[in-house]
């Protein structure tokens, strides 16, 4: 390991939040990973806008509706994979290189292997998980066939989701963001082209979005194999190593099952709302893309204290890791403040950039307007269990969260829809509940937390160190 830990350094898109200015770390870390948010969102938009105004409003429904079947696979994914950063930036912070190195092309060949197993399991779940959901027979069709493209294709996204979390990992979120614009512009050009020119439906816009997925899974590995940085990758180390699997498992799980598990349980929550038909399936579509707007800049500023915390807990600084995490927690809240006033104010314009039929303009509106408020308590769960997953610790926020997104989430739903008043806004407001549950619970859990005990990293030996 000694050819690893002399010929591997920090680079200069590599960051080292271990020195410096805590908030110039996550604000310089946030903002790649805001402007790529963004852009992701945008293509995500696209997809909806296009089919909203060139399709037709049961292909709005069924190409919005379909987000927690989706999310259910992917977030396990997606959960997993966090924790190969945990363990990646815990490493990388202590300067065990050849550790960091490990678990990369384990992370990799772990990734080509589910990428396989969810796309066979998510085709074939497809007609069970709409009926679940009370989908109606005339969005039935056009959401069937959008998810089973989309599913033919899910290995690109989760090859670039594990690329460019391997890049976060070592504090780099500026590349991940450059590839994300690329594909992000490669998807609007095919969707208008696929649904417009070649007015394939729903179904362009699914092929649309995979193929950009692909091609931004090209360019990260492409990015990974050309760095000289210890997070290189290079196809004849490909392999499992044990030891890192197991540590990636021992965060990844809890991250994976809490994803999977709260993807699934919205699916019901999903039945609820396709009860008030079309219009207000259409109506909470729109919400949801503004709602994954009014997200961007908390999860972003969670995944930089993630990092921020693994690379500091790496190397044993456990009070500049906090300051980090109150630093990001106000951030969060205040820029979300800024931006709940402007969708509050501008509510029905922007649910009519998406779809301008009065019905679903006058649902959209009501969800922004009374939901939107709430985001702030948001900010809290996201931010505090970021930290904790940073500081390896998944489990505690795996259970919060499914107490507060499952349990108590349709425990309310269940109550609501049957004893008090099966209306859509006493519906709807499911939401905010459960945020205020979650963050009131992952407050008073991280108060008592000892993040120094979460450590992954073992202390290196003497001639580590010198390496």
């Known amino acids: 390991m000694a050819r690893l830990g ?14 410096g200015s805590v908030a110039k770390h996550l604000i310089l870390f946030a903002l790649p990973l805001l402007a790529g948010n963004l852009f992701q969102q945008m293509y995500n ?69 589910l990428g396989v197993l969810f796309t066979g399991i998510g085709i074939a779940i497809i007609p069970y998980m709409l009926r679940l959901m009370n989908t109606p027979a005339e969005v039935y069709p056009e959401s069937s066939a959008y998810l089973t493209i989309y599913f033919c294709g899910r290995a690109g996204l989760m090859l670039y989701n594990i690329g460019s979390g391997i890049l976060r ?22 969707d208008l082209t696929f649904v417009i020119v070649f007015r394939m439906g729903v179904r362009g816009v699914a092929l ?26 290079r196809l004849r180390d490909l392999k499992i190593n044990w030891e890192m699997l197991a540590k ?22 999903q039945s609820y709302i396709n009860y008030f038909g079309a219009d207000c399936m259409s109506g909470w579509t729109a919400y949801t893309k503004i709602d994954q707007l009014m997200f961007l800049p908390m999860q972003s500023l969670a995944l930089a204290s993630t990092t921020f915390v693994g690379q500091n807990l790496g190397i044993n600084h456990v009070e500049r890791a906090k300051k980090g995490v109150r630093t990001a927690c106000i951030m969060a809240m205040g820029s979300t403040v800024v931006i709940m006033f402007g969708v509050i104010s501008a509510a029905p314009y922007l649910v009519m950039f998406f779809n301008s039929k009065p019905e679903v303009v006058a649902y959209g509106t009501l969800f922004l307007q009374h939901i939107t408020p709430f985001y702030v308590l948001c900010c809290v769960n996201q931010i505090y269990s970021g930290a904790l997953r940073g500081a390896g610790n998944s489990r505690a926020p795996m259970l919060i969260m499914l107490a507060s997104f499952v349990l108590f989430r349709q425990c309310y739903l269940f109550i609501m829809a049957n004893f008090i008043a099966n209306e859509i806004l006493p519906i709807a407001m499911g939401y905010p509940a459960g945020w205020f549950v979650c963050s009131a619970l992952t407050l008073l859990y991280y108060r008592r937390a000892k993040l120094s005990q979460r450590r992954l990293v073992e202390d290196p030996p003497a001639q580590a160190a010198a390496q």
């Open 6 to 19: 002399q010929g591997f350094a920090r680079k200069k898109h590599d960051v080292d939040m271990t020195e």
């Open 45 to 113: 938009m696209v997809d909806t806008w296009v089919v909203g105004n060139y399709v037709s409003n049961e292909a709005f429904s069924a190409v919005g509706t379909v987000g927690p079947i989706i999310n259910m696979l992917i977030g396990f994914f997606l959960g997993l994979s966090s924790g190969a950063g945990v363990v990646i930036s815990q490493y990388y912070g202590a300067k065990r290189y050849d550790k960091v190195h490990d678990t990369v092309h384990t992370a990799i060949v772990m990734t080509v292997v």
């Open 169 to 190: 990992a070592a504090g780099d979120s500026q590349r991940p963001f450059y590839l994300l614009v690329a594909s992000a512009l490669i998807n609007i050009v095919l």
């Open 208 to 233: 649309a979005t995979i193929l950009a997925q692909a091609v931004s899974a090209v360019l990260v590995m492409a990015t990974l194999m050309r760095s000289t940085a210890c997070i290189q990758l």
């Open 248 to 269: 990636i498992v021992r965060v990844g799980i809890p991250a994976a099952l809490q994803m999977a598990i709260t993807s699934f349980s919205n699916v019901f929550v």
